[in-house]
């Protein structure tokens, strides 16, 4: 047995340091974010770039909190993320499943179709989805943005869950259905467990997306009420002046929704991971 091969300190400490170098880079705009967020709106301006704010304040998340209309823009993002998020995954497990597992007549010029509305930019066809959504009198809904989301986020979503299928074996599906399992609980007893990771991706993906988008947001939707967190946040910019303070702590409360959400898929990950192929 050879005998294991030790590295250079230079290069385990260029390691090191090139990952320092990249969370700095990384959690630096988080970090400003939350500075500015805590820092009174007097010393904003006055104190300029220093790293640690001379005077530290809650004022800003209690009146974003209290004496704006935050709480209603949260509400309203959290519905159409996770209401975008649950269809796409339902219909894009669905259609993926049926590419990775059945051939016919049609199938490659569907995925072609997929494929195309990928390469229109959202600038394109912002002025016809207006005129659709505004036929159908969905303006000022969430509904129209959760049904736009969706649409939008299927075909990626769906070549994501191909790609998961693809990677179990069709045995497994034919070994439960000798069994005496029909299709769907072979799916379910067998196939379900093992794509809990690509379901997991799938539900993070199409939420961070839905969470953060602002274009259809600000173009479908112009009633208060109905704001999203990412349009609600324009209300911070006046004709004269941006309330920087405000705008930062509602950033940063809008934060905790997204970092909540990953914390319980990273549990389903690991969860899809590990079960489904050992149990008996």
Known sequence: MSAVKKRHPTFVVGKYAALAFY?????????????IAITPDALIYSEGTRLFPSEVTLLNFTTVVFQTDFLAYFRNSLVVS????????????GAGYAF????????????????VTQMFPLLMIIAPIYKIVAELGLLNSLTSLIVVYTAFNIPFATFLMQSFFDGIPKDLEDAAMMDGCSRFQALRKVVFPLTLP???ATLGFV??????ELLFALMLISKNDAMTFPVGLLTFVSKFSVDWGQMMAAGVLALI????FFIFIQRYLVQGLTSGAVKG
């Open 207 to 212: 939420f961070t997306a839905a969470w953060s």
């Open 257 to 260: 929704p997204s970092c909540l």
């Open 198 to 200: 690509g379901l997991g």
């Open 82 to 93: 996770l209401g975008a998020a649950f269809f796409t995954t339902l219909f894009a497990a």
């Open 23 to 35: 969370l700095i880079f990384a959690l630096f705009p988080l970090y400003w974010l939350l500075k």
């Open 100 to 115: 990775s597992r059945f051939v016919f007549k049609g199938k490659r010029i569907i995925i072609a179709l997929m494929l």
